[in-house]
């Protein structure tokens, strides 16, 4: 049995305790659980891929604008193409890379929806699948937490389109489940491993790498051995790469310039708001269920209720659960664990939602991280009730949890459907400049038709003026320098450049307060299409790009 140990060690795997007792094995490793814990995966994610397969749409934020993006960098200086008017390709080493060179291989092959829902099914699983091998690290009694990353796998970030950030999140376990699990034998191989890992991690979001690399770095130093500076050391030069490219983005693009610098005022003056403690903690927690659940919550089903009742049932079990001898191992991992938890939620407590030019939704993308990062710390009980117990409870969760997503999307997609109606329009075609004025709800903390404009563009060449990737910093796309546009909206010279105007729903027609004359050439529901039908004036050409 010793020689079995000291394998299960060298390869990382997480059962080496040397403990033979019965009670012992049930809390560490129960006969048939790995290969029954592996089906109950596969099949819970079967399950919660098909959310983005059944409906018409996927009702992202920002997900029409990442794709309309590739196709603009798979497309670009095509002949008949007028992209080269209004757009320019940056070829520096910047972040948000990742999504946009995948999505652009993919419309290679597969139309333009399925590619991002492609996309969208391999992040899910990689958010789950991370989650359960960062757990594993710890023991496979902690393993049997995983589901709580299904339960959050559509969390704000995702329905908003972050999918940069949200691969940088699932590298982010994988990272920190590989540095634990090789913690004692890293090396050159680790080295390259974490490298590349690191690399990928900098071109899809840099909150991921700016986390991953000082918290695997704190796991090496809790960790139990000796050789601690040589572990260190090769982690440094495996996170070197990056995080020179990270020095070299930031200071481009002057984030800590004077007006960079503005969002560190921006961070939340906690401080003055201690006198009203209460208001204070009730507000946390609204936007924790915000950022976590209320893109799709629905008043009867309290999703964020629910899952905090089950999480104080899991806490109070693993209080009264007894101390398993097999866990000595782990415990100053846990330990570790424990303390990043506790850093990142005061990151949170103390961050500011916008950092201005340089980005937003800080507090937004941290909430998986502050909710999650608590897993390995949890004990629990050892007997076979209480174990069931809890996963049926998680089961319930999980199943209530999906119906109020597919009540979302099926919503959501209703909407996009009749916002896409004129897709077929003869009068859309031939990449006309399009702009699109619409209502939004306030209380919606997901605007799926925020970026809608951009389905008109994905697949006929049309140019959106409402291309907010093309007027930021971080972008692959971005607009010519006599084509600019403010983060705040469109002027009425961005106006003027357009040939078509969409509106929706209640908004006022824009077009009544423009110069030059617009003809309505499609009406359906809330839908109203507005197409320029006189000849453009010099003052309609003044904010045109020249092509090269």
């Given at each position: 049995?010793?020689r079995?140990?000291?394998?299960?060690?060298?390869?990382?795997?997480?059962?080496?305790?040397?403990?033979?007792?019965?009670?012992?094995?049930?809390?560490?490793?129960?006969?048939?659980?790995?290969?029954?814990?592996?089906?109950w995966?596969?099949?819970?994610l079967?399950?919660?891929?098909?959310?983005?397969?059944?409906?018409?749409?996927?009702?992202?934020?920002?997900?029409?604008?990442?794709?309309?993006?590739?196709?603009?960098l798979?497309n670009?200086?095509?002949?008949?193409?007028?992209?080269?008017?209004?757009?320019?390709?940056?070829?520096?080493?910047?972040?948000?890379w990742?999504?946009?060179?995948?999505?652009?291989?993919?419309?290679?092959?597969?139309?333009?929806?399925?590619?991002?829902?492609?996309?969208?099914?391999?992040?899910?699983?990689?958010?789950?699948?991370g989650?359960?091998?960062?757990?594993?690290?710890?023991?496979?009694?902690?393993?049997?937490?995983?589901?709580?990353?299904?339960?959050?796998?559509?969390?704000?970030?995702?329905?908003?389109?972050?999918?940069?950030?949200?691969?940088?999140?699932?590298?982010?376990w994988?990272?920190?489940?590989?540095?634990?699990?090789?913690?004692?034998?890293?090396?050159?191989?680790e080295?390259?491993?974490?490298?590349?890992?690191?690399?990928?991690?900098?071109?899809?979001?840099?909150?991921?790498?700016?986390?991953?690399?000082?918290?695997?770095?704190?796991?090496?130093?809790?960790?139990?051995?000796?050789?601690?500076?040589?572990?260190?050391g090769?982690?440094?030069?495996?996170?070197?790469?990056?995080?020179?490219?990270t020095?070299?983005?930031?200071?481009s693009?002057?984030?800590?310039?004077?007006?960079?610098?503005?969002?560190?005022?921006?961070?939340?003056?906690?401080l003055?708001?201690?006198?009203?403690?209460?208001?204070?903690?009730?507000?946390?927690l609204?936007?924790?269920?915000?950022?976590?659940?209320?893109?799709?919550e629905?008043?009867?089903?309290?999703?964020?209720?629910?899952?905090?009742?089950?999480?104080?049932v899991?806490?109070?079990?693993?209080?009264?659960?007894?101390?398993?001898?097999?866990?000595?191992?782990?415990?100053?991992?846990?330990r570790?664990?424990?303390?990043?938890?506790?850093?990142?939620?005061?990151?949170?407590?103390?961050?500011?939602?916008?950092?201005?030019?340089?980005g937003?939704?800080l507090?937004?993308?941290?909430?998986?991280?502050?909710?999650?990062?608590?897993?390995?710390?949890?004990?629990?009980?050892?007997?076979?009730?209480?174990?069931?117990?809890?996963?049926?409870?998680?089961?319930?969760?999980?199943?209530?949890?999906?119906?109020?997503?597919?009540?979302?999307?099926?919503?959501?997609?209703?909407?996009?459907?009749?916002?896409t109606?004129?897709?077929?329009?003869?009068?859309?075609?031939?990449?006309?400049?399009?702009a699109?004025?619409?209502?939004?709800?306030?209380?919606?903390?997901?605007?799926y038709?925020?970026?809608?404009?951009?389905?008109?563009?994905?697949?006929?060449?049309?140019?959106?003026?409402?291309?907010?990737?093309?007027?930021?910093?971080?972008?692959?796309?971005?607009?010519?320098?006599?084509?600019?546009?403010?983060?705040?909206?469109?002027?009425?010279?961005?106006?003027?450049?357009?040939?078509?105007?969409?509106?929706?729903?209640s908004?006022?027609?824009?077009?009544?307060?423009?110069?030059?004359?617009?003809?309505?050439?499609f009406?359906?529901?809330?839908?109203?299409?507005?197409r320029?039908?006189?000849?453009?004036?010099?003052?309609?050409?003044?904010?045109?790009?020249?092509?090269?």
């Amino acid at each position: 049995m010793n020689r079995d140990i000291d394998e299960n060690k060298r390869q990382g795997h997480e059962g080496a305790s040397g403990v033979d007792a019965p009670a012992d094995r049930l809390a560490t490793a129960p006969s048939g659980s790995g290969r029954g814990d592996l089906v109950w995966l596969i099949a819970l994610l079967v399950v919660y891929l098909e959310p983005i397969w059944v409906f018409p749409f996927l009702p992202t934020q920002d997900g029409p604008s990442h794709v309309a993006n590739a196709a603009i960098l798979l497309n670009y200086g095509r002949p008949g193409s007028r992209y080269a008017e209004f757009y320019e390709l940056r070829r520096e080493p910047i972040p948000n890379w990742t999504s946009h060179i995948v999505l652009a291989g993919l419309l290679l092959v597969v139309p333009p929806l399925i590619a991002e829902r492609l996309l969208v099914s391999a992040l899910v699983v990689a958010f789950v699948a991370g989650f359960r091998y960062y757990l594993g690290a710890f023991g496979p009694g902690v393993r049997r937490l995983w589901p709580l990353g299904l339960l959050l796998v559509y969390n704000r970030s995702l329905l908003m389109g972050f999918y940069n950030f949200y691969l940088a999140t699932a590298l982010f376990w994988i990272i920190l489940g590989y540095t634990i699990r090789r913690r004692d034998a890293i090396g050159r191989r680790e080295c390259l491993c974490l490298c590349g890992l690191f690399l990928i991690q900098y071109f899809s979001h840099l909150v991921g790498l700016l986390l991953s690399v000082p918290a695997a770095a704190w796991f090496l130093l809790w960790a139990p051995g000796k050789g601690r500076a040589r572990k260190l050391g090769w982690l440094t030069l495996a996170a070197l790469p990056s995080l020179c490219l990270t020095a070299y983005y930031l200071l481009s693009s002057g984030f800590f310039g004077p007006k960079g610098a503005l969002w560190v005022n921006s961070a939340r003056p906690l401080l003055n708001d201690w006198n009203n403690i209460v208001e204070l903690i009730l507000w946390e927690l609204t936007a924790l269920n915000e950022n976590l659940f209320g893109a799709y919550e629905i008043s009867w089903l309290p999703i964020g209720i629910l899952s905090a009742f089950f999480i104080e049932v899991v806490l109070v079990a693993s209080w009264l659960a007894k101390p398993n001898p097999g866990d000595v191992e782990y415990r100053p991992l846990r330990r570790a664990a424990l303390a990043i938890a506790l850093a990142f939620a005061a990151v949170y407590l103390v961050a500011p939602e916008h950092l201005g030019e340089h980005g937003g939704y800080l507090r937004t993308r941290l909430v998986p991280f502050v909710i999650m990062a608590f897993a390995p710390c949890v004990r629990l009980p050892s007997s076979r009730f209480g174990l069931a117990s809890i996963k049926v409870g998680m089961s319930a969760l999980l199943a209530i949890n999906l119906v109020s997503v597919c009540l979302f999307f099926d919503a959501a997609g209703r909407d996009l459907v009749e916002f896409t109606g004129a897709l077929n329009s003869p009068e859309l075609e031939g990449n006309l400049t399009m702009a699109s004025a619409r209502g939004r709800d306030p209380k919606i903390p997901v605007d799926y038709l925020h970026h809608a404009l951009e389905f008109y563009c994905i697949r006929g060449g049309n140019i959106s003026l409402q291309n907010y990737e093309a007027g930021t910093k971080h972008f692959p796309v971005i607009y010519r320098p006599e084509f600019t546009r403010s983060l705040n909206g469109l002027t009425e010279d961005h106006w003027r450049a357009a040939d078509v105007i969409l509106t929706w729903g209640s908004t006022n027609d824009p077009s009544t307060s423009l110069k030059g004359n617009y003809q309505e050439v499609f009406h359906q529901g809330r839908l109203r299409v507005m197409r320029r039908s006189a000849a453009n004036t010099p003052d309609d050409q003044m904010i045109r790009g020249k092509p090269e």
